[in-house]
């Protein structure tokens, strides 16, 4: 019995019924069959296109540690506690979308509205800030306006196809 995997082919290659009962290659006969495609359609048609979730996610990642990068944390205190705190809220709501895109389609639009307080703030919140401190702002702000954008247009479509 210790020649047996656990899906019931032993060493020498000969075909044995495996923990569910099913035997060979084709899954149709398993008893979870008719609920792994009704998952696997759900996933794949899961109410929005995931392809922008990735780079969202990256884009909060780099504007929370965008301070530490560009070496402004001496000059604008208040600006690297901004940054950081709307750098990881553009990543939470990025993996927010990735774990349950059904749930957060409506939530799209508040990437673009993080953006463009990413744009405004950066004269709000800072303290007469250089060159370099505005350039990455409006540029992070701006790709998230972009790439929030691009997240509401495809749950709009994908709300039209079902």
Known sequence: MSNISHTGRDVS???????????GRDISGHPDAEEMRARHDRVVSGGRNTSTDAPVFLLGLYCAVSPWVLHFTASQPSLVTHNLVIGIAIAVLALCFTAMPQRMTGMSM??????????????????????????NNVIVGG??????????GLAMKNKKKT
């Open 110 to 135: 508040a990437i673009c509205a993080l953006g463009a307080w990413l744009i405004v703030s950066t004269w709000i919140v800072g303290e007469s800030p250089d060159m370099g401190v505005i350039l």
């Open 143 to 152: 790709l998230a306006i972009v790439l929030g954008a691009a997240c509401a």
């Open 13 to 23: 290659g000969h075909t044995e019924r495996d923990v569910s009962g099913h035997t």
